[in-house]
């Protein structure tokens, strides 16, 4: 699970900002999911003034992991990008080799959803949608397996996995909404995502926090 870091001012063992932390260390976290399609349109980053790789800027610069999210399937994002989906499993796949290449730890944020997924929102995925709990529920396991086992094919495992985005209300509105403080449905929901990741470690060297 993603969990921002937090350090006390008071806190004698306060983080030294000038160290460069292992991501099991002291998480220093940040989100690149967008910078694929940044590029695609001729953004650029620099470092210096000198135009360099985004993620190898970072890691520099005392960043240690990744945050990357990932949709069902983000047709709409295709019908803005000339077909290109950028936040599917394949699209996330090229974000998560860039990081594994620049030496940065990996946190995967699974939406569940075809889009943003929030407080506000939590649209189940259209290819989901009128399932009823039980079938959910196994579309959440099942998924979130098939997603872990295509990257550990291609020898990109995430070190942390994120069940879910956002899910102060709920996921996968509107069977798994929380209601006046009813979690029955959302509980269902997200220990089939966390059994799939812990179902998935029994067999992987790299066991997803």
Known sequence: IWLASFVDKKDKQAVDTKKIYRWDEFNM????????QIEDYSGV???SAQIRDCFRIL???GANTVRVRLWHTPEWVGKLNNGKLYYDLYGVEKTIRRAKEAGLAVS????YSDTWADPQK???PAAWKGLPLDVLKDSVYNYTLEVLNYYKSKNLIPEMVQVGNETNNGMCWPVGKIIK???ANYAVLL???IKAVRDFSKDSKL???
């Open 59 to 61: 890691k520099d610069h």
């Open 181 to 183: 403080s009813d979690f």
């Open 29 to 36: 976290g940040v989100d690149l999911s967008y910078v694929n």
């Open 122 to 124: 939590q649209e189940t």
């Open 108 to 111: 995967l944020d699974i939406h």
């Open 45 to 47: 980053y620099r470092d």
């Open 191 to 193: 220990k089939a995502g």
């Open 207 to 209: 066991k997803p926090k």
